[in-house]
């Protein structure tokens, strides 16, 4: 594969994906921080077979990170990163300083609403506010037809639809399953702060939502049944740091009461210093028939 070109400046990405699409090409965006994993790597791949051109942004975005968060310690491997680009045949990488996203008298902000309020959203005011301004100013800059997002974030994702329905973006949005380890553990840039035995413990979430999945596929339908026993599970791991264990509906993520239909379950948990979150659909008992597992 060809090493793909590096754009730096937002009016030269936008040149580039004007002229892509005037040749008939549709373009396919994946927006990352860097750091990148076989997470990111799937959805490039995918991004690259269902577009003319394929474009992979990355930038750390400050404004998605609160007070005391990791914004000066994330993971910045450029070089490296720009290789695995390549490897998955992203045609443009989009790499912008922070200066081009904000300059000094950037002032607008999107209100992301209420899917962004609990869970994430309340663990870290602001963060939603950050990410679905940059992702509107993605949006406009690389001029998408279509933009890939992961299930891991996956109230990432419900802001970023919302975002796309209520402004109108002419985007569509292509979600990609969790890309997990061998052992289960959902692949994160912030892994990467694990030590060996925080790793180990950070399977726990994992465990948590496989008991989850188990006990509605059992027929357990009190959703708070089953974040109580994901709970119980986050916390019998002496590293664990338990943030919050629920069962939403996917598409609001406001609380459910009863597994009468399909339901997402979540968790952030901090092992050690490092904060990490996993979801799981859940599939009642009763809707699992004709379904795909």
């Known amino acids: 594969m060809s090493a793909p070109v590096g754009i730096l400046e937002v009016a030269a990405m936008r040149r580039w994906s004007s002229a892509a699409r005037a040749a008939g090409k549709p373009v396919g965006l994946v927006p990352t921080m860097g750091a990148l994993h076989e997470g990111h790597l799937s ?25 005391g968060e990791d914004l000066e310690k994330y993971p910045r491997r450029l070089e490296e990163d720009l290789a695995l680009c390549g490897q998955a045949g992203i045609d443009a990488v989009f790499v912008p300083a922070a200066d081009e996203i904000y300059p000094k008298d950037f002032a607008l902000f999107v209100d992301p609403g209420p899917v962004a309020q609990p869970l994430e959203g309340a663990s870290r005011p602001g963060h939603f506010r950050g990410v679905a301004t940059v992702v509107a100013k993605l ?16 109230q990432q994702v419900a802001v970023i639809k919302h975002l796309v329905r209520d402004l109108n973006f002419g985007v569509e949005i292509v979600v990609g399953p969790t890309v997990r380890e061998p052992d289960g553990l959902a692949m994160s840039s912030r892994n990467a702060y694990l030590n060996p035995g925080e790793r180990q413990a950070a399977l726990c979430l994992f465990r948590a939502l496989g008991i989850a999945r188990d006990l509605a596929a059992g027929g ?45 379950a979540l968790l952030a948990v901090r092992i050690g210093n490092t904060r990490l979150i996993d979801n799981l659909i859940l599939e009642p008992a009763g809707n699992r028939r004709g379904k795909r597992g």
Do not use: C, H, W
């Open 220 to 264: 357990e339908r009190q959703a708070t049944q089953v974040a109580a026993a994901m709970a119980e599970e986050v916390i019998q791991e002496p590293l664990a740091d338990l943030d919050y264990a629920a069962v939403v509906d996917p598409e609001t993520f406001e609380d459910m009461e009863s597994l009468d239909r399909p339901a997402l």
């Open 139 to 154: 949006f406009n800059i690389v001029l998408p037809d279509r933009a890939y997002f992961g299930q891991k974030d996956a």
């Open 43 to 67: 959805l490039m791949r995918r991004a690259r077979a269902e577009n003319g051109v394929a474009v992979a942004s990355i930038f750390v975005n400050p404004t998605q990170f609160g007070p």
